[in-house]
């Protein structure tokens, strides 16, 4: 029993020997050789190169130049043209519009019995007058301007025909106006409707 003891126990190091020997005998692998565990916070060296690095230049930029523009010159507002002056008419020609001031006179004498321009056979008894451009039958109140008196006269004539006078009476016209000692005075006119004259 004890020799089987001491050959069990020499055979299990026999094996135990050959064991650790072919452990031993397998070639080691240098350091230097084996790849080397790279961590989170290793870099792969970069490789070295030889070849001429050419440099690269940026542009610089250019600055845009804006053109200087000539100044633009002040707009003026153009006044707006004056309106046409309104034709003057004389007043031996007032057509009835408005009012119309200016010298009257009296006919008689030679033109007593003759045909007025519209017609009639003139006697200066009525109140008739003579106008250049008013028509027949229009009324006209006549004002003396120094006295005030008026009276309203029918147009049935034409005249009169020496500058600045307005208007030519019939005597019986005049009379009312107390002009007759005058002959001419200044006055006012009016066209007015029929029913304001006397007869």
Known sequence: MQR???FAVAGALSILVGVAGCASSAPETPAADRPAKLG???RRALPVTTR?????VMPRPVARVRPVLPARPATVAKPAPA???APVVAAEFWDGHGKCEGIASFYAG??????TASGEKYTGRKLTAAHRVLAFNTYVKVTNLDSGLSVVVRI????PYIDGRV???????A????MIKDGVVKVKLEVVAPWMAED
Do not use: E
């Open 4 to 6: 089987w003891n001491r």
């Open 175 to 178: 009379r009312k106006l107390h």
């Open 156 to 159: 049935n004539d034409r005249g």
């Open 83 to 85: 309106p046409a002056p």
């Open 40 to 42: 989170p916070t290793t």
């Open 110 to 115: 030679k033109f007593l019995g003759r045909r």
């Open 167 to 173: 208007i030519d009476l019939s005597p019986a016209a």
């Open 52 to 56: 001429p690095v050419k440099a690269v």
